[in-house]
């Protein structure tokens, strides 16, 4: 599955039909939530707690998280990973941003189907070396089912920055 297209647009593989998405987030209004905090730890220990779903629930700030199965670190674009929630429901994630250490983005959905349109993101800026800008965002411009609408509206900018709380919390520990 391509990534990234020159001119920062994100190209949705033709398996899952064209869905060309425009990353000018200020166009996109309260459909697109951003946190961010520096974090007193190294990008690489801070990426490899993202990168591997079974980490995930440790540092979920919305508290949907249950498990994942071990052995699905993720290590490129098209990578796909499933994680159970704690409603018992399984979601299979298609990872569509991947640069090793400093950026992961996937999109969400019901194993087997196209994913609705939101999109997680993480991205990590050291600041020096023993500290880490962490951007964490929620993205669902994309999203069209009308049935998620209040979900989507209800992950602010507080749980994404619970998300990052607890993601330092694990990362400065070591």
């Excluded at 209800?154 to 920055?161: G, S, V, W, Y």
Aim: proline content about 5%.
């Amino acid at each position: 599955m391509p990534g990234f297209a020159e001119g920062g647009r994100r190209l949705w593989g033709s398996r899952w039909g064209a869905w060309i998405e425009c990353m000018a987030a200020e166009a996109l209004g309260d459909r697109v939530v951003s946190a961010n905090r520096v974090i007193a730890a190294g990008a690489e220990q801070i990426f490899a707690l993202i990168a591997d779903p079974v980490q995930q629930p440790r540092w979920d700030g919305n508290d949907n998280l249950a498990d994942a199965p071990a052995g699905q670190r993720v290590r490129a674009v098209g990578d796909r990973f499933t994680m159970t929630t704690t409603k018992g429901n399984v979601r299979e994630n298609h990872v569509v941003e991947f640069d090793e250490g400093r950026r992961i983005a996937w999109l969400p959905s019901e194993p087997g189907q196209r994913p609705p349109g939101h999109l997680w993101r993480w991205q990590l800026e050291p600041v020096d070396e023993g500290h880490t800008r962490v951007t964490h965002t929620y993205d669902w411009s994309a999203l069209t089912d009308e049935k998620r609408f209040a979900r989507a509206r209800a992950t602010t900018a507080d749980r994404l920055r619970a998300s990052l709380g607890r993601l330092a919390e694990l990362a400065e520990r070591g």
